[in-house]
């Protein structure tokens, strides 16, 4: 079975920019998972997405936003690109949230200009 | 508030000899907790994790961990290191109160020198 998958793999932009990143999840998984991860430090947890709905939000600010489709892929928008928005951009799936375990993607690698 | 901590940012161990990687946490209600570990340039893949039962959780790559509740750690262990073992590596905690963030520490560099 294929794993988490993430487009794209690296991505440039400038200051002010919008960007998305899309994740999908393993087949049969409906809940992702989104998180930055700065380098030298662990993840951050971003959002939480179960069954299309927002079910968990870590401590960023609203121009971070993101949503969940009905085959369970999922997009991050960040709006108005700052330079410390450069990072690792993971993606995470789950059968359901809770105790179950998340299985990460290769990440997609976003530097801010 | 949940959060994890990992003491160390670097552990160095000679092949062959025992490691242990530790990891302290703080939640509300009763932990999940989690190992992963991190290559270069990869994401991170899944080692183990703790939700209930026995206290010693044995892995992948034989890696095993120690669930203790009233110290509220959850050291990672490996009797016999490998040079292979190199990389970093995360505690991650959730509790379950119903919420659904996951909390991981900041990570720890593991050198294993033949």
């Known amino acids: 079975d294929a794993g988490v998958t993430q487009s794209p793999t690296h991505l440039i932009k400038t200051r002010g920019q919008h960007v998305t990143l899309r994740c999908s999840p393993i087949?049969?998984?409906?809940?992702v998972s989104w998180y930055q991860q700065v380098l030298g430090q662990g993840p951050q947890f971003i959002f939480q997405?179960?069954?299309?709905?927002?079910?968990g939000r870590g401590n960023f600010p609203d121009r971070f936003s993101a949503r969940q489709f009905p085959n369970y892929s999922s997009e991050l928008n960040v709006n108005a690109l700052l330079l410390g928005d450069s990072a690792l951009y993971l993606c995470?799936?789950?059968?359901?949230?809770?105790?179950?375990?998340?299985?990460f993607g290769p990440g997609t690698r976003l530097l801010v200009l | 508030a949940q959060s994890v901590a990992q003491p160390e940012d670097q552990v160095n161990v000679a092949e062959g000899n025992p490691l242990t990687v530790k990891c302290t946490y703080s939640?509300?209600?009763?932990?999940?907790l989690f190992w992963y570990v991190q290559y270069p340039n990869r994401g991170l893949q899944f080692l183990l994790k703790?939700?209930?039962?026995?206290?010693l959780v044995k892995g992948s790559y034989g890696f095993e961990a120690e669930f203790n509740k009233s110290q509220t750690s959850f050291h990672l262990k490996k009797p016999s290191a490998l040079v292979s073992d190199s990389a970093l590596y995360f505690c991650?905690?959730?509790?379950?109160?119903?919420?659904?963030?996951?909390?991981f520490g900041a990570g720890t560099r593991l050198f294993v020198k033949a």
């Open positions: 991650a905690v959730r509790d379950d109160t119903g919420g659904f963030k996951t909390i």
């Open positions: 995470a799936s789950s059968l359901i949230g809770g105790a179950e375990t998340q299985y």
């Open positions: 997405y179960y069954e299309k709905e927002e079910r």
């Open positions: 703790y939700i209930t039962g026995d206290n």
């Open positions: 939640v509300s209600g009763n932990p999940y």
């Open positions: 087949s049969g998984h409906k809940s």
